[in-house]
Structures are given as C-alpha cells and as structure tokens.
C-alpha cells in the first residue's frame, strides 16, 4: 500500500480538481453546443431580415417613381432651329408638329433723358406715376396721338426724394421699387449720360409717366418733368417703340407680347431669339416614352433583385445535401411573397381591357429557372422574376401612354370640360362616380348704382378721385384715379382695375379685382378674383362727388360662396372651386369645377394602379414597428433568452462544482483517514516480535 499523497488529494492521491473540470465540462458541452447554435441561426436570420428589408426599400424606391400620374404626362419638345426658337410643354399638351414662322420679335418700350455730364446730376424731386398701355406715337414729325390703358396691368408709382434726386438716385429708386421697368444709365460719349428707361416687351406694354414735380410745374423741361411722357409733354426720347411678337402656327398668324409664348399653342411655352419671316421651324411634341420606360426597366430590374433576395434566404437543395436558407418556410416571408407575387399578375380595377395589367404592356413572370449560374453581381433567371417584351411594352407606350400611366399612378377621368381631377387619398376607392352639383362657387361682387351714361365725358378731378376699398378681408390704402376726361365707362373702368390692383397692400396680400362697366344699367361692376365664402369685396371710402358721378358708395357687396354638392350621390366638402369628397368611398377625392351649371355634370371614373398596392403591401413590412421589424424584436428577444439561459447554465455548474468538490473533498478526507489507521497498524506490527514487514514496491 502506497503511503504517497498527491496535491489536490492529499488522501487519495485523485486529481480531484481535474475530475471536477472534466465533470462540469461534460454537462456544458451540450447545452452550449444547442445555444450556439441557436444564437448563429438567429443572427443569420437577423442579417437576413435587414437584407430583406433593404430589398425590399429599393423596390418602393423604384415603384414610387412610378405612382404620381404627373410621370406620365412629361412631354419632350424639339425644335429644328434652336437659334430661332425653343419650347418646353406641360402635362396638359398634345403630342402633334407645329410649322412656326417668326417674323417678328417682341420689343420693349424705351425712352431715353437727354445727356448729362455727370451721373450725379441732379435732377429734382416728386412723384413719378406710370401706366401701362398702348401709345399711338410718331417720332417724326413728333405726334402724340393718344394712349390706352392696359387694365391688366397697375399703376405704378415711384417717389424722388431729395437723397434720390441725382441721375443715379433716381435710376436707382425706380429700380428699387420693382414696378416692371428697368432703368439703365448710358454712357453715350465723352462726359456724356442718359437714363433710359425700358418697359417689359409687347405693344400694350409702353409706358405712359406723368410727374407731380416738387416745383408745381409738371410738363416743362426742368426739374424732374424732364421725365415726362405723355400727352402733355415729351420731355423723354422714344428711341424703342413697344411691339408685339407675330408668329404664324400653321398658317395661323398670332401676336404676343412677349417673346414667351405660353398661349399660343395649349401647353406649349415658346420662346423666340430671334425672327426670321424666310424660315419655317417645325416643333415637335411627343410623350416622354424613353423616361417612361427606363423607370419601367428600372423597375422589374428591382424587383427581379428583391426576388432574389428572397430566393437566396428562403432556398432549400432538395436534390443536393438539403441545405436551407435561413428564413427557409418563414410565414412572414412566405406570405409577403404571395402578396407582391399576387399584385405584380392581376389585372388592375377600374381600368379598361386593353391597357389593365403588367402582361399586357409585356411584362410577365417567368415560370421556370433559366441560366442560374452568373457572373458575380449579375442576376440569375429564376422562376418568379419579371421579365419584358421590348416589343410589346414600346407599342404600348407609343399607342397607348396615358393608359400605361394608369396601370401603375392614382387617376381619374373625367366626362365634362368643366371637372378636372386634382388629388386623391389612400381612403378614396376605385370606382365610377357621378358628379352632381347643387351650387357653383361665385366670386364677390359688387354693383355700384345707375349714374352717368356716358353721352358726354365724365371728368374725374380732386371731388371724385379717391376711394377705398377691402378685398377677401384686406383694406385697400387711399386709392387715387387719374385726373381727366373719361369718354367711355370702359376706359374708367380699366383705370379703376388698374389702381385698385396697383395698390401696394392688395398687391402684397395676393388680392385682385375686375372691373367691367355694365352699358345697359350705366354702372360699374366689381368682383373678386377669388372664389368661395373667402371671396368679398366692400367699398369703404369715397369722394365727395364718387357716390353721384361714379355710382360707388359705402357699402358691402354680395360674398362669394364656395361649390356644393356630392360625387357618387356621397357628401362633398366644397372650397372655393374644389369639391372634396368625405364619403365611405369617395372620401379624399377632390374635383375643380369652373363651370356655373347646376345638376348631373359628369362623370369621374377613379383607379387606383399597380404602384400605390405594391408600395403600400411593402410599406407593411418596412415601415418601422412593421412585420419584419416585429420579427427582428422576436429574434432580438431569443438571443436575450440565450444570453437569460447560459447566465442560468453558469449558475448551475457553479452550483455542481461546489457540490462536487464536497463529495470529492470528503471521499479525500476519509482516504487520508484510512491512510493514517494503515500506516499506525503497519508501525505497531512491525514492532511484534517475529514479525517481518515487506514494503510494497
């Protein structure tokens, strides 16, 4: 019997701490194992999800570019001489060519001072007042024939004070008060300057300015009457009549002026650079196919990339060694697949049976695997992935834009001139739906009283030339007409319009008026030009012989009232114009009717696209908090309970290994006891006589 004790054991000579180990490990191999397991599948799912939900971002990305109706109406226009002419168009233009000659170009009036050696002469000071209109001038012999007021456009004015009173003062005041005219100083020569003031282009553009000169003489040549140009003083230098451009549209000869055309052709914006009467420039407008379909393209490039990302998680090699992707029979995954699968091959409501799905403009999904292995960053052809008939979707595009345009945006159409389609809400349902109006909106209006019947002029002087008045809810500053003799109630009517919107507080709060002059009743006519129960106009101040002469007089006019009635026999919100539907199914639709009649007015047949579905189905499990965020949380939550379960897997080996090491400590004690009693006895035999003790070796 050995008598050696080992460390550790110091009885039994065991490595207790080793059997221990070996003990603890044999119980934490396993569960580890699993946990490790466990934890790398659920990080791989969580990768898979974030890869996922990145697919799935860039194909709302690439469908969102197709869901606004707008995409569908972008027209490209091409003009065979650009030095002549160019053009952009709308939405609302027509696809067609437009032979164009130029054969004059739109010009602006300019009046130029007389020299002065010095930009910094003085010149004097006053008020400078400018009207806009047409001016029957000659130049030589000089003749002053007349002038007639555009009453589109306000009158103007600008004041000269004495820190303004220089050359330079006054080409700077007249600039800073941002009333369309353009002042300039010319250097003409040695120590010689004028100040030319220029009109924006077109022949009712010219200008007309009167002076109120600080010296009281008004029309002579000193002070700042040097200014003048009107009927009663010349005092300025035409050196530009103002003309209109004339430009002939297949055939048809037509005036603007300006060398922007915005009227001339629906849609169309032209600009000249120059006339030519011997060239004829053909303007092309086409539907922009080419944008169209490389959004279409970019489209079905994205999706096949997002299928592909589906397939590479959701794979399994049935005739292979079994391997499976990570999301491999995932509901969520699975599900979302049927869904966008589901979307991309149905037909659209509400369309009609030409233009209705995604096969009929040649996109269709492939039904077997084609060439699966590919350059790396290339796509495979697998089942499910769309793929294009060039063929086909160019002949829908070319035949048939518009409807192509519906298949995948938000629209409607409409049966009347007077409706147009505005907007609508994720709450609005397809759907046909008659458009019913019980109240057209009207603008405010006021009538003045029956007063001069202009058989002979009306002059207006310092008893009838002011007033004030309030528009939609703001308050006019004293307005001022012109002093002299009104031979027609029109051409006082065009200076009422022209000062009232010539008005600085009006103007700065985006109001207008209209003026007419009402023949058979010999009164003048007011209105707002805006729509609905915002819509008022009041006179709240006038002259003493306004009321008598001219028929206006304090008092309210009618308020305007905002459109009323239903579409699809449902309720509607009108405002102004726009008619809002608040319905179970029209609910967001909104409509502009310009028209006045009441009853049936048409129809407006909704649809919604492919676009809209396909973002939205996506947009479940994108959005944050959605469904693969909610199956990351889940996830999230498994690697906690791992983290919960190998916290526990500690606590219970600690818990084994000091139970261990008491049993293994005890055992150790009683061997070390045993050892002891052996080695006693051995001693006392060895001292008994006759006795032959032998050591173990």
């Known amino acids: 019997m050995s008598s050696v004790v080992t460390s550790l054991g110091l009885g039994s000579g065991v490595d207790v701490a080793g059997l221990v180990e070996s003990l603890l490990d044999s119980e934490r191999e396993p569960v580890e194992t699993r946990l490790d397991s466990k934890e790398e599948l659920y990080e791989a799912q969580i990768s898979a999800y974030g890869s996922l939900k990145s697919a799935a971002y860039e194909l709302q990305g690439s469908i969102g570019n197709l869901d606004a109706i707008s995409t569908f109406k972008t027209k490209n226009v091409t003009s065979s001489n650009e030095s002549i002419l160019t053009a ?31 930009v910094n002469d003085s010149i004097g000071t006053g008020t400078l007042t400018f009207r806009f209109g047409t001016t029957d001038y000659v130049k030589t012999p000089e003749s002053y024939n007349g002038f007639t007021l555009n009453e589109d456009e306000a009158t103007k ?27 300039t100083i010319v250097k003409s020569g040695a120590s010689q300057y004028q100040l030319v003031i220029t009109s924006d282009t077109g022949s009712d553009q010219s200008m007309e300015i009167t ?64 006339a030519d009467e011997d060239e004829s420039v053909t303007l092309s407008v086409e539907n922009d196919t080419s944008g169209v379909k490389s959004l279409i393209e970019d489209f079905v490039e994205t999706y096949n990339s997002f299928i592909n990302t589906i397939s590479e998680y959701n794979s399994y090699d049935a005739g292979g060694d079994g391997a499976s992707g990570v999301l491999f029979g995932d509901a969520v995954l699975r599900t979302m697949t049927s869904e966008i699968r589901s979307l991309v091959s149905s037909s659209v409501d509400g369309l009609g049976t030409t233009i209705s799905s995604l096969a009929s403009i040649g996109i269709s999904s492939r039904v077997y695997d084609g060439i699966t292995d590919v350059e790396e960053g290339e796509l495979p052809q697998l089942a499910g992935m769309l ?51 019980t109240q057209a909106a009207t603008q405010a209006e006021y009538e003045g009283a029956s007063a001069h019947d202009y058989s002979s002029a009306l002059t207006i002087d310092d008893d009838n030339d002011t007033f004030a008045i309030q528009v939609d809810g703001s308050y006019s500053s004293t307005i001022t007409l012109s002093h002299g003799d009104y031979s027609t109630g029109s051409s006082l009517a065009a200076e009422i319009q022209s000062k009232i919107n010539g008005d600085s507080v009006l103007e700065s709060n985006g109001v207008s008026v209209s003026v007419s002059f009402d023949s058979d009743n010999d009164r ?10 915002d819509s008022s106009i009041e006179i709240r101040e006038v002259d003493t012989n306004t009321t008598a002469e001219l028929g206006l007089s304090v008092a309210d006019g009618t308020d305007g009232v905002d459109v009323a009635g239903t579409i699809g026999g449902e309720p509607a919100l009108g405002s102004g114009q726009d008619l809002t539907g608040s319905g179970v199914n029209v609910s967001g639709l909104m409509l502009t009717y310009t028209g006045s009649t ?8 909704f649809s919604r696209g492919i676009s809209e579905s396909l973002y939205n189905v996506l947009d479940s499990y994108t959005t944050t908090n959605g469904l693969l965020d909610s199956k990351v949380d889940g996830l999230e939550g498994s690697l906690d309970d791992i983290d919960i379960e190998r916290e526990s897997l500690e606590d219970k080996l600690e818990k084994m ?8 400590n005890a055992m150790d004690l009683l061997v070390s006891n045993y050892n002891s009693i052996g080695s006693y006895l051995s001693e006392q035999l060895s001292l008994l006589p006759g006795v032959t003790m032998y050591n173990d070796k």
Not at 235 to 255: F, H, I, K, P, R
Not at 406 to 434: N, W
Not at 524 to 533: A, D, E, I
């Open 211 to 274: 002076v109120d000169d600080a010296d009281d003489t008004d029309t002579d040549s000193s002070g700042l009457s040097m200014l003048a140009f009107n009927s009663s003083a010349t005092n300025l230098e035409q050196v530009q009549a103002a003309e209109d451009a004339l430009v002939s549209v297949n055939g048809l000869t037509v005036s603007s002026s300006s060398n922007t055309l915005t009227s001339v052709i629906s849609g169309i914006s032209i600009d000249i650079t120059k």
């Open 387 to 437: 793929e294009i008939d060039e063929d086909m979707l160019d002949n829908a595009l070319s035949s048939y834009f518009q409807e192509v345009g519906a298949l995948f945006a938000p629209t409607a159409t409409v049966t009347a001139s007077s409706l147009t389609y505005i907007t609508s809400t994720s709450e609005t349902k397809v759907g046909e739906y008659s458009v019913n109006i």
């Open 157 to 183: 004015t600008v004041t000269i004070g004495s820190g303004d009173n220089s050359l330079a003062g006054v080409r700077d005041a007249i600039n800073e008060a941002d009333i369309g005219v353009q002042a």
């Open 88 to 118: 952009t168009a709308s939405s609302i233009a027509d696809e067609g060519s437009y032979d164009i000659v130029v054969s004059n170009k739109a010009k602006a009036h300019s009046l130029a001072t007389t020299t002065f050696s010095s």
């Open 598 to 605: 009441i009853g049936t007015i048409g129809i407006v047949n």
């Open 657 to 664: 290994e000091a139970r261990y090491l008491a049993s293994f």
């Open 524 to 533: 003048f006519v007011l209105n707002s030009s805006s729509y609905g129960s």
